[in-house]
């Protein structure tokens, strides 16, 4: 079904953390927090600006992190967050998402350090229908209890849930054009799909990162390349 309220989106480095900052100095009752890696900056004085005045906040960090998030995790809880780490059942809990007040959240590709913010290029979406927001909060609630969320009936796309088969279906549906810009290209099935595709006359482009910071695109550029489908580095 359509959304109730369209999606707000924004392109790092020029939003910087206004976004994020905004809608946090926003909250009266409850913030909701998991982030792959927390960093210095407006979010993370914001949150704890937020807990010592009263609001409940939670905060789950990537365990897998733990040398980057330990800090954080110190300053949180001393200003009066609770503060978990991830599921170990998850190698990476990557996912970069806030719900404020269980009205609004953002949702967003990269981590939560402003000097990041800067020089990254990732995206940021402001999601406030009702429907997208409860199930954030159903997700992180379990994830926060470390139990199996129901997301038998969603917008989102989650991984390990539904993402894979979801954007799998997004690339098939494509008739005419196809630009990707990925922080890699690893997928084996993502990747015979731009293929499938490619093969029946749709036109793609492919933005990567570079391989010196992520090895594996050297091989996912090779692979295009023998496909015919044009790649970069970013």
């Known amino acids: 079904m359509p959304r109730a309220v369209p999606l707000t989106v924004w392109a790092e480095p020029e939003a910087g953390e206004a976004p994020f900052?905004?809608?946090?100095?926003?909250?009266?009752?409850?913030?909701?927090?998991?982030?792959?890696?927390?960093?210095?900056?407006?979010?993370?004085?914001t949150l704890k600006q937020k807990a010592a005045l009263g609001v409940k906040?939670?905060?789950?960090?990537?365990?897998?992190?733990?040398?980057?998030?330990?800090?954080?995790?110190?300053?949180?809880?001393?200003a009066g967050a609770e503060v978990r780490w991830s599921d170990p059942a998850f190698t990476?809990?990557?996912?970069?998402?806030?719900?404020?007040?269980?009205?609004?959240?953002?949702?967003?590709?990269?981590?939560?350090?402003?000097?990041?913010?800067?020089?990254?290029?990732n995206y940021v979406a402001r999601d406030d229908d009702p429907d997208d927001v409860a199930d954030l909060v159903a997700l992180f609630d379990a994830d926060w209890e470390k139990l199996t969320p129901d997301l038998s009936c969603t917008r989102l796309?989650?991984?390990p849930v539904?993402?894979?088969?979801?954007?799998?279906?997004?690339?098939?549906?494509a008739q005419s054009t196809l630009e990707i810009e990925s922080m890699q290209l690893a997928d084996t099935q993502v990747r015979a799909a731009l293929v499938d595709r490619k093969e029946?006359?749709?036109?793609?482009?492919?933005?990567?990162?570079?391989?010196?910071?992520?090895?594996?695109?050297a091989d996912a550029a090779a692979f295009l390349a023998q496909n015919a489908i044009p790649a970069r580095y970013q």
């Open 21 to 45: 900052v905004d809608a946090l100095a926003s909250a009266e009752l409850s913030i909701r927090v998991m982030v792959y890696e927390m960093g210095f900056g407006g979010i993370l004085d």
């Open 57 to 78: 906040v939670q905060v789950i960090l990537d365990l897998s992190k733990q040398s980057i998030n330990q800090k954080y995790f110190d300053q949180l809880s001393a």
């Open 92 to 121: 990476y809990m990557h996912a970069k998402v806030l719900v404020v007040d269980e009205a609004l959240s953002v949702v967003s590709t990269g981590n939560y350090l402003a000097s990041q913010m800067k020089k990254e290029r």
């Open 157 to 159: 796309l989650v991984s």
């Open 162 to 173: 539904n993402a894979r088969e979801r954007l799998l279906a997004f690339i098939q549906g």
């Open 200 to 217: 029946a006359g749709v036109a793609i482009r492919a933005l990567l990162a570079d391989p010196t910071w992520i090895d594996a695109n």
